[in-house]
């Protein structure tokens, strides 16, 4: 009798497994429909025109003008422009791969090896003044740079006019800045 009462239960526990289950499968099959996303940004459309004016505009000192980017985004895409900068800090990003594309001019990279005595500027963003057993690499205009995350990474501009796109992928959503605190004139009193 015990065990007919076990096989009795067993079986009640199966049916409800089953059934359970077919009530899961149908709820999902009647759920509401999910839907494309809808675009967070406007579309970027930049002339060559528009690009050359960026270019001209960026080329009287060494400047950076965000196209794409920001809070939530995990891509920022940028046109840097450096003249003529030697000394830049080698740098290393934990969590963003870096790709060049050099619309006009040239550069030097080293790249690879490892930072000497790095320090963390902020999370996750690495400094340092050099890098050891780094490759050299001249660049110029119409090349491409592929920089994956963790890999050291200078950039020279010395007697160069260098222009180029740089697009920034992050691992995460770029998180906003926190909210600077305003201080205003102290309150008078009546």
Request: some cysteine; aromatic content about 4%; proline content about 6%.
């Amino acid at each position: 009798m015990a065990v007919s009462k076990a096989m009795q239960l067993g079986c009640v526990a199966v049916l409800l497994i089953i059934s359970g289950s077919s009530l899961f499968a149908q709820s999902t099959i009647t759920s509401p429909q999910h839907e494309p996303a809808k675009a967070i940004r406007p579309v970027v459309v930049l002339p060559a025109q528009s690009l050359a004016d960026l270019e001209q505009k960026l080329q009287s000192d060494n400047k950076v003008e965000d196209l794409i980017g920001g809070a939530g985004m995990e891509l920022r895409v940028a046109v840097q422009h450096e003249k003529n900068k030697s000394g830049s800090a080698a740098e290393l990003h934990d969590a963003s791969d870096d790709v060049y594309y050099v619309l006009e001019g040239s550069a030097t990279l080293i790249l690879g090896g490892k930072l000497d005595a790095p320090k963390e500027a902020e999370p996750g963003e690495w400094r340092s003044a050099r890098i050891i057993d780094g490759r050299t690499v001249e660049i110029k205009k119409g090349d491409l740079i592929v920089v994956p995350r963790g890999t050291p990474h200078q950039r020279s501009t010395a007697g160069q006019d260098f222009t180029m796109l740089l697009i920034k992928v992050y691992a995460e959503p770029i998180k906003a800045a926190p909210a600077k605190a305003v201080v205003g004139p102290k309150a008078q009193k009546p």
